[in-house]
């Protein structure tokens, strides 16, 4: 049973998890404090992830399964983002304090939501957290994808569900989840994602290695920052810090490559020129003075912003 204020429900998009779906849906029933709702949306698998969720959800009345028909390969970025907004119909926000989209190669610690919904509860502008998601890496070692503190992960997107009605939800394209948190920051909420033994999580297959190959998600990223509008000088110092990571120099080229291709086709951006704006001060700010300064910067200065009423509806 929820305590009073935590009512939250998960929405996991999924598609041909049967490897690693069990572990999640095992990680989510040992939590200390249960969702009110899991509404997981399969995406057409053809593996037997199916039937791993008609096994749980005859189990436990709290996890919903919302079937979706095979569109023959695996959707990232905006695919998912349509996952998720299938399943979300399937409910009421009003219900809900809390909204998460959470994915289903996760091996979550068991008070994972009950420390975010706490911090939460303690810090009303607190809008958007997460822990940080680590790999095995060679041997076995745990391997941190290395995420910023000033960001919520996408794998567990966790929202106060009245933040996420504020900045109008997902975008349906790749960096909604950097989009989301720049967003929130902008109407003057507070984001944050915590690096401690409680809330670290267990990603069971790397960030964005989820289609064709790790190069593949690394381009998909770069092409992601230029929608978003990231300065280019700021995105090269990025991509040059991620050669520092596996795979060694060239995913931080693929992320150039991607980032370059977009620019050259004169590909689409953020139709928001007030965000893109927003996020190119930040950047530029951030290579000046680091993130940390920055961020607390923007937060101070952001505070009166916090808590004016929505200007637009969550998509649905």
Known sequence: MSRFGRRYALISPCRNEARFIKKTLDSVIAQSELPVLWVIVDDGSTDG???VLAEYSAQ???????????????????????????GL??????????????????????RYFE?????????????????????????GAWVSEKCGDEMSVGMTKFYRTSCFE??????REVMWDGIDCHKARQRGWVVRSWDEPDLQFHHLRPMGSSENN?????????????????????????????????????????MLYGYARAWW?????LDDPELRDFIRAYQRQALRQGKSKTIAAIEARQEPHWGVQPQSAVEK
């Open 60 to 86: 436990y009345s709290w996890i919903k399964v919302v079937e979706k028909p095979d569109r023959g390969h695996r959707a990232v970025g905006p695919g998912v983002i349509e996952a998720f907004y299938a």
């Open 115 to 139: 420390i975010l919904m706490d911090r939460m509860q303690a810090n009303p502008r607190l809008g958007s957290a997460s822990g940080k998601p680590y790999y095995r890496g060679t041997g």
């Open 89 to 110: 119909r399937t409910l009421s926000l009003d219900a809900f304090d809390y909204i998460c989209k959470l994915d289903v190669d996760l091996d979550l610690p068991p």
């Open 265 to 269: 086709t004169g590909a689409r951006q």
């Open 214 to 254: 790790i190069l593949t998600g690394r381009a998909r990223h770069g092409f992601g920052q230029y929608f978003m509008g990231s300065d280019p000088l700021y995105f090269t110092a990025t991509a040059l810090f991620r050669m520092t990571r596996p795979p060694y120099v060239v995913g931080g080229a693929a």
């Open 166 to 171: 504020d900045i109008g939800g997902f975008v």
């Open 49 to 51: 992830t199916r039937e």
